[in-house]
């Protein structure tokens, strides 16, 4: 079959914060993508465009970009399409998109850390769709690297992922991305490569190993849709890459939709990508990865192909969801005192996780028994917490229940989700972590001891027991562990787990915060709120040192008097209140408990407000 060797399609997948964006950030610089005077105000991660992606430092959307690449020896200049994959498991239905558009992987592993549970998610992905994959070891120079011994964890791993002979196959390069540095030689482990000043022996290797696009000349037009977009002039942008055939720029097409129904439509607006931006184009043949405007509902998966002969693509699939929670109006006694402008009604919020699911393909919405509150399904709790926080910043008001983890029957026995948690961890917190695990149904699968002070063990951890373990786990660890997981399987049902066995305090009427009644109840337990702040009856306001909840006054005055104290006139000291995120937020509620949350601020409240009607409901619970 024919190819077109003037495009490489790649991806470049890793685990979280091994430095994919900031090689692709040296990647575009090298080979020009910008003028001289544009370097100075380039920013750094420029592939993170994404506000949230730039605050935790993490990619959530997988992107692409265009490098056109002049080989150093002459000859005709290659473009090289990367796609930017995201490194966390949440955001699998993005990797999976991702590596549908190419035809090979860049494997990027940290020279220290070595090869992690989100590594092997996304290589597996790579190993299935039968990629061919090309292994970089990036940040030779930190001086805990040791590169040789990831080098041996890589090539276990791919013998772990069942990788045939032919994948096994695979070259390496050497790099320290943040330089710009590439090499096909093994530096000193700590070290920068010496023999090199350029990443220019691994756009060599881009060349010689990923595969250009073939095609059949006589195939009738296929174009796969795997990613969408939007613009406020073209409307919705649908990202594509051409299979077969050719794509012009006012071409009537065949749109292909999910269902197997055809459209005829008209392309009004064909673009490539140069570097990090659109540029209109005219037609696009086999291999390219182009964006059409003009199909107002097209969606992700769907085909575009030949009117007389049309031949669908697969659609895309992903993996189950495995964490749900329930998303609804803000129905507390402060709904809509935030500011104007804020988005109260069941039909916005409906309209936008609406809108959520036409690019979000691992994701799914289910209707609830109340008509203002959906379930909303996706693949962990950041991947939820993510869209919560995004629909805040555009002003929603919303009542987000607790995480749940999504069962399914399997020869009449429920099944939940496991997940396969790594950890890194200084030798003197082993126990801590032993136990914190164990009373979460956890099992150790392997520990390694490197000699260094530092302990890996891998534990199979029902996905219920890892909602709230992150902050308890940093505690415990004084913040100097490092817990990856991944989604593992379905297992039998674990049983009860109790996994926050402290209390909660909770206000029993409205009012302001006096710091008086904060003086007397902070040897109760750590409170959240500060002096002033407004709360309701049924707030939580902070957490109890006791296993029960307990119902405070928190807006006490002090009662005022005509004779002094000895007392009265030294300041009443007040223990700063633990300011609780979003995320830590949904890891604090139980049963019953919910989080409120708005533009301004975020409160964790109890479902039933009324303490009467949760004492009823627990008098129930305990004589049913």
């Given at each position: 079959?024919?190819?077109?060797n003037?495009?490489?399609?790649?991806?470049?997948?890793?685990?979280?914060?091994?430095?994919?964006?900031?090689?692709?950030?040296?990647?575009?610089?090298?080979?020009?993508?910008?003028?001289?005077?544009d370097?100075?105000?380039?920013?750094?991660?420029?592939?993170?465009?994404?506000?949230?992606?730039?605050?935790?430092?993490?990619?959530?959307?997988?992107?692409?970009?265009?490098?056109?690449?002049?080989?150093k020896?002459?000859?005709?200049?290659?473009?090289?399409?990367?796609?930017?994959?995201?490194?966390?498991?949440?955001?699998?239905?993005?990797?999976?998109?991702?590596?549908?558009?190419?035809?090979?992987?860049?494997?990027?592993?940290?020279?220290?850390?070595?090869?992690?549970?989100?590594?092997?998610?996304?290589?597996?992905?790579?190993?299935?769709?039968?990629?061919?994959?090309?292994?970089?070891?990036?940040?030779?120079?930190?001086?805990?690297?040791?590169?040789?011994?990831?080098?041996?964890?890589?090539y276990?791993?791919?013998?772990?992922?069942?990788?045939?002979?032919?994948?096994?196959?695979?070259?390496?390069?050497?790099?320290?991305?943040?330089?710009?540095?590439?090499?096909?030689?093994?530096?000193e482990?700590?070290?920068?490569?010496?023999?090199?000043?350029?990443?220019?022996?691994?756009?060599?290797?881009?060349?010689?190993?990923?595969?250009?696009?073939?095609?059949?000349?006589?195939?009738?037009?296929?174009?796969?849709v795997?990613?969408?977009?939007?613009?406020?002039?073209?409307?919705?942008?649908?990202?594509?890459?051409?299979?077969?055939?050719?794509?012009?720029?006012?071409?009537?097409?065949?749109?292909?939709?999910?269902?197997?129904?055809?459209?005829?439509?008209?392309?009004?607006?064909?673009?490539?990508?140069?570097?990090?931006?659109?540029?209109?184009?005219?037609?696009?043949?086999?291999?390219?990865?182009?964006?059409v405007?003009?199909?107002?509902?097209?969606?992700?998966?769907?085909?575009?192909?030949?009117?007389?002969?049309?031949?669908?693509?697969?659609?895309?699939?992903?993996?189950?969801?495995?964490?749900?929670?329930?998303?609804?109006?803000?129905?507390?006694?402060?709904?809509?005192?935030?500011?104007?402008?804020h988005?109260?009604?069941?039909?916005?919020?409906?309209?936008?996780?609406?809108?959520?699911?036409?690019?979000?393909?691992?994701l799914?919405?289910?209707?609830?028994?109340?008509?203002?509150?959906?379930?909303?399904?996706?693949?962990?709790?950041?991947?939820?917490?993510?869209?919560?926080?995004?629909?805040?910043?555009?002003?929603?008001?919303?009542?987000?229940?607790?995480?749940e983890?999504?069962?399914?029957?399997?020869?009449?026995?429920?099944?939940?989700?496991?997940?396969?948690?790594?950890?890194?961890?200084?030798?003197?917190?082993?126990?801590?972590?032993?136990?914190?695990?164990?009373?979460?149904?956890?099992?150790?699968?392997?520990?390694?001891?490197?000699?260094s002070?530092?302990?890996?063990?891998?534990?199979?951890?029902?996905?219920?027991?890892?909602?709230?373990?992150?902050?308890?786990?940093l505690?415990?660890?004084?913040?100097?562990?490092?817990?990856?997981?991944?989604?593992?399987?379905?297992?039998?049902?674990?049983?009860?787990?109790?996994?926050?066995?402290?209390?909660?305090?909770?206000?029993?009427?409205?009012?302001?915060?006096?710091?008086?009644?904060?003086?007397?109840?902070?040897?109760?337990?750590?409170?959240?709120?500060?002096p002033?702040?407004?709360?309701?009856?049924?707030?939580?306001?902070?957490?109890?040192?006791?296993?029960?909840?307990?119902?405070?006054?928190?807006?006490?005055?002090?009662?005022?008097?005509?004779?002094r104290?000895?007392?009265?006139?030294?300041?009443?000291?007040?223990?700063?209140?633990?300011?609780?995120?979003?995320?830590?937020?949904?890891?604090?509620?139980r049963?019953?408990?919910?989080?409120?949350?708005?533009?301004?601020?975020?409160?964790?409240?109890?479902?039933?407000?009324?303490?009467?009607?949760?004492?009823?409901?627990?008098?129930?619970?305990?004589?049913?």
């Amino acid at each position: 079959m024919p190819t077109r060797n003037d495009i490489r399609n790649v991806a470049i997948v890793a685990h979280v914060d091994h430095g994919k964006t900031t090689l692709v950030d040296a990647m575009l610089k090298q080979a020009g993508a910008f003028a001289a005077h544009d370097l100075e105000s380039v920013d750094e991660r420029m592939m993170d465009s994404n506000d949230l992606e730039r605050e935790k430092g993490i990619t959530i959307l997988a992107k692409n970009t265009a490098v056109k690449y002049h080989p150093k020896g002459g000859g005709e200049p290659v473009v090289i399409n990367i796609i930017d994959t995201p490194g966390h498991a949440d955001f699998g239905g993005e990797v999976e998109r991702g590596l549908s558009m190419v035809d090979a992987v860049v494997l990027l592993v940290d020279a220290s850390e070595g090869p992690l549970p989100q590594t092997r998610f996304v290589l597996r992905k790579a190993l299935e769709a039968r990629l061919p994959v090309i292994l970089c070891i990036n940040k030779t120079d930190r001086p805990d690297s040791r590169i040789a011994e990831v080098v041996d964890d890589s090539y276990d791993l791919f013998l772990d992922l069942d990788a045939d002979e032919e994948q096994i196959e695979f070259p390496i390069v050497y790099a320290c991305a943040r330089d710009g540095i590439a090499s096909l030689t093994k530096p000193e482990d700590g070290t920068v490569p010496q023999d090199s000043d350029s990443l220019e022996p691994f756009f060599t290797t881009l060349l010689q190993h990923v595969p250009a696009p073939s095609y059949d000349e006589e195939a009738p037009l296929q174009a796969h849709v795997t990613n969408l977009d939007a613009d406020n002039f073209l409307g919705r942008i649908a990202l594509l890459r051409v299979e077969q055939g050719e794509l012009k720029k006012g071409q009537t097409v065949a749109w292909i939709k999910r269902d197997g129904t055809m459209q005829n439509v008209r392309i009004t607006e064909l673009m490539m990508t140069d570097a990090l931006t659109r540029k209109p184009a005219e037609k696009a043949g086999p291999g390219d990865i182009c964006a059409v405007a003009g199909i107002p509902d097209i969606m992700i998966g769907e085909t575009l192909a030949d009117p007389e002969n049309p031949v669908a693509l697969p659609l895309i699939t992903v993996d189950e969801p495995a964490i749900s929670m329930t998303i609804g109006t803000n129905n507390s006694p402060l709904v809509g005192k935030g500011g104007k402008g804020h988005k109260v009604t069941a039909r916005l919020v409906k309209d936008r996780l609406d809108r959520e699911l036409i690019g979000n393909v691992s994701l799914r919405v289910l209707p609830t028994e109340r008509p203002d509150a959906w379930e909303v399904q996706g693949r962990g709790e950041l991947a939820l917490a993510i869209l919560v926080e995004t629909m805040r910043r555009e002003g929603f008001e919303l009542t987000v229940g607790k995480p749940e983890v999504v069962t399914k029957e399997i020869d009449g026995k429920v099944h939940e989700p496991v997940e396969r948690m790594t950890i890194d961890a200084p030798e003197e917190h082993l126990g801590a972590i032993t136990q914190l695990l164990a009373a979460r149904k956890g099992r150790m699968e392997t520990m390694t001891n490197h000699g260094s002070g530092w302990v890996r063990m891998e534990f199979v951890v029902p996905a219920r027991g890892l909602i709230g373990f992150r902050t308890e786990f940093l505690t415990q660890t004084r913040g100097t562990g490092i817990a990856h997981s991944i989604f593992e399987g379905h297992e039998p049902w674990f049983g009860e787990l109790r996994t926050r066995n402290s209390g909660s305090l909770v206000a029993d009427r409205m009012g302001a915060v006096t710091a008086f009644a904060m003086t007397n109840l902070q040897e109760r337990g750590t409170l959240f709120v500060e002096p002033g702040t407004e709360v309701y009856e049924g707030m939580i306001v902070g957490e109890n040192s006791r296993a029960d909840d307990m119902d405070v006054n928190i807006t006490k005055e002090k009662k005022l008097t005509n004779i002094r104290s000895a007392t009265s006139d030294i300041a009443e000291s007040i223990v700063p209140p633990r300011k609780l995120s979003l995320e830590q937020s949904l890891e604090f509620c139980r049963d019953g408990e919910c989080v409120e949350v708005t533009p301004e601020t975020v409160r964790i409240r109890k479902v039933a407000l009324d303490a009467r009607e949760r004492a009823r409901a627990i008098s129930r619970a305990k004589h049913a």
